[in-house]
């Protein structure tokens, strides 16, 4: 009796849980295609935001806000944005309502989406309303209404692109998420942080020494990476918000920190014992594990999702390559057989995939392997060295440094090596770029 | 000419030394007599004094001579000493691609190294590793620990006190020269030494 009631009850949930994740399949699967989102772009339309009042001041928040929302929603690598010299209807003169939306104008000149928006600003306060449509269905999204502060229509774009990229993709994107990199602007290395389209870049560290390999703890909280201020390599753990933090200086190197996913735990290279070898330490800088034991340099570790099993780089058999290690079992595997030289490994937030460089005939560039070491791709080609690469927390891009235009700089293109282009411009060499998970300040 | 000046100028000197004595002797010998002994004695005494004094003149200008010889072997030396620091400093070791092994004639510059180190017990050195552009800066911070290291383990085999040796990983971090080319490669790709 007992039996049945719970056999009935497990069919239950099991119905709840199907129906929401067909539901939520459902609603990616409509608009991008999940295996290779990025084969065919979505054309959008951004109509410019209309103005409440129509005075000087607040038209050129509007242009400014939609223009800025062309490029926060084009940077994702999903949507082809459309020329606004082609639109035949102009939202100062029409609505942006679905009641006064003549879709036909827009089907007609090839949108899929369009976005319309509606900005008021008064005394300190700014008020946007922004919606999404879909001019075959002619049928709203989604739409929103924020209120903030005189300024911040930034944060209220960004809001609204995650709200979008949630409906089309079902997770929330990339727009909370900020990009650690190591610049040479200064004369030294140091770290650096802006946002996640290279916004707003601010200097971090101000060791005048070489700093190194930044590393963010999944919650955005802490940075851990390498510098030489007390003249060796060693890993510094800093809280970004405490301004605290712990160094940990053991003889020899202190190098790659890597954090367990959702742990406040991570894993580094140490080669105090005269060998390098990977350890697990906790956040506050304390070894806790031996992870690795092989003559030979083993460095570079990076986490499954799941926190479960780590890639990393070994030269155990003669030349660096990735290995896959369980950390349950302890089993160890190889990864890589192509190439004599593959460092680096960076594994997908969603878990399949492991993206790493490779060096051949002297270049050095990205590839990207699925995790049962099948479908290698070469992601970039015949342009100079190609390094660091760096996932963003969603899984859909792929950051990486690159000297293609002489000096080492940031360059971002999407999971399949589509769309690639340089973050942002800075004095300097850019190197080591890390990207963060959304932090929900 | 200057010697003979010297020579002429010391005998003036001995012989109104001379008479001033003599002079002396006879003043005392005059206004207070006394034995023939004593007058002996103290004029034996004095001139005995005298020729200390020429003797004492003598020594210093052999002196003068050793001093000039050792002076100029200890800069010598010095100069010996400060060209085989130089080249304890200078010489680097260096590798191939992706590579910590030993070469011989690298083993042979440690050994000669090792050699210098035992002579200046004091000195305490670090080992610095260094690699070129090429490749990872991750690896290659790991790439030229190994290289610090196997030239350690080298020092420590051939005699010198761990102690005195320590190590420091630069990979890529501080290139010598800055070309991008095999001949630039392959001298970045080195273990310095540096005196603590």
Redesign the interface.
Known sequence: MLKKLFVRVLYCVAVIFCFEGSHIAFAGYDYIDITNPFLRKIPVAVSYFKTFSGNFAERKTAQEASDLFSSTLEFTGYFKMLDRAAFLEDAHSSGTTASNIKFYNWTSIGAELLITGAILENANRLEMELRLYDTFKCKLIVGKKYKSRLGDQRRIVRRFCSEIIEHLTGNRGIFDSRIAFVSTGSGH?EIYICDFDGYNPKRFTFNKN?T??PAWSSDGRCLAF?S?LR???DLYIKNLTQKSGTIVAKK??N??PAWVPNRFELAA?F?FS?D?EIYMLTGKGKITKRLTINKG?D??PSWSPDGRKMAF?SKRHG??QIYIKDVGSGHVSRLTYQGR?N??PAWSPKGDKIAY?G?CK?E?NIFVISVDGRNLMRLTESSYDN??PSWSPDGSLILFSSTRKGTAGIYVMTAYGTDQRRLLSMPGEQ??PAWSANIYR | MQKRLLITLTFCFFVSVMLFTTACTKKVVSTAPVTDQTAEDSTAQQVEEIAGDLEESTISEADAAALAAEALAAEERAAQENAAREKFINEDIYFKFDSSVLSLSSQDTLKLKGIWMMQYSDVSVIIEGHCDERGTSEYNIALGDRRAESVKKFMVDIGIAQERLTTISYGEERPLFLEHNEDAWAKNRRVHFVLE
């Open positions: 290395k070489i190194l390999s390498t030489y003249g060796h390599p020899g190197i190098i790659t290279t080669s005269g390098q340099i460095s570079s780089v030349t660096p030289y460092t680096e460089s060096m002297g050095i390094e660091s190197t080591n």
